[in-house]
């Protein structure tokens, strides 16, 4: 499992965190619709209006990411979950990127409003015109302590924790079930 490194950039003064979990982008203490330039590798993918950002671990998916309607990865899946947060756009949807990308999020110059950033929410902190969060994989993995195998406890953990897919079955359909139907629907 991969931990992200996440730099803040504020003016001229620039701050590095470790991250299990996740990095969240948002619109703060502004009551205006968060208004954010989302970069990988220095390519501009998109604008985002919306209240913000989650840039998740395969580890933070299985959290605020999914509470958002992302997608639970498994933590050996080298990936940054990218997810908004009621997006202004119905087609804005959650995506996966490579580990090995460099995500930088700005808020434009020209934003109406400010933010604030939170890693593993805390150490919350905010955001102004022109600064900018850079979140990449960090070169050193963390390891983690299984009881059976990697797979079987992580789909034991979902199951355990989020009750995942967990339902009362379907009834069968046989003949018994079928004639007490009809002669129901004979009474009524």
Known sequence: MKRRQS??????????????????????SSPYLSSLEMYCNDLLVTDVQGDGL??????????????????M???SVQTMVVTPICPHSLSFRPIMVPGGVNMRVAIPRSSRGQGAVSCDGKNRQD???????SITMCVWPLPCVNSMDHLADWFHSLSRCLSWNVRQKQKSFDSSDEGDATADDEDT
Not at 54 to 71: D, E, F, K, N, R
């Open 127 to 133: 955001l102004g015109r022109g600064d900018s969060v």
């Open 73 to 75: 990865v498994h933590p």
């Open 7 to 28: 730099y803040i950039t504020k003016g001229m003064k620039t701050e590095r965190m470790l991250v299990l979990n996740e990095v969240v982008i948002d619109r703060g």
């Open 54 to 71: 989650i840039i998740a671990t395969p580890t933070g998916s299985t959290a605020y990411a999914a509470a958002a309607g992302a997608s």
